[in-house]
């Protein structure tokens, strides 16, 4: 499978974007697909996932109440809705797939497929 995640650019603080991330390829049913994020400097961090057959979702803390994950079968698409951005959520944005179809992880090491990722910018 490759991953095409889109939809990221600059933004004033309090403002809102959507991610997309495409997939070609077969995602199957107990895959998880995830957001990550990169600022410079720093480690990938866990953003939000979602898995594909129950439509189950996760969100890191620093998220939560303000980012919406969800997905389009047909589109073979997962989405990231982000309001009420902040400076700090400033980073490159990756989308993933779990390699374990069995149990969730927040760790960057257990997705694969990466894209190239997506500019987010948030001025303050």
Request: with cysteine.
């Amino acid at each position: 499978v490759q991953l095409q995640a889109s939809g990221g650019g600059l933004v004033q603080a309090g403002g809102s974007l959507r991610l997309s991330c495409a997939a070609s390829g077969i995602i199957y049913a107990n895959d998880f697909m995830g957001w990550f994020r990169q600022a410079p400097g720093k480690e990938r961090e866990f953003v939000s996932a979602i898995r594909w057959r129950n439509n189950r979702k996760y969100y890191a803390d620093s998220v939560k109440g303000r980012f919406t994950i969800s997905r389009d079968n047909a589109e073979n698409t997962v989405y990231l809705q982000m309001n009420s951005l902040k400076p700090e959520d400033t980073a490159i944005y990756f989308c993933g797939k779990g390699i374990s179809q069995e149990f969730f992880s927040d760790s960057a090491k257990d997705y694969d497929y990466w894209g190239p990722g997506t500019q987010v910018t948030v001025s303050s």
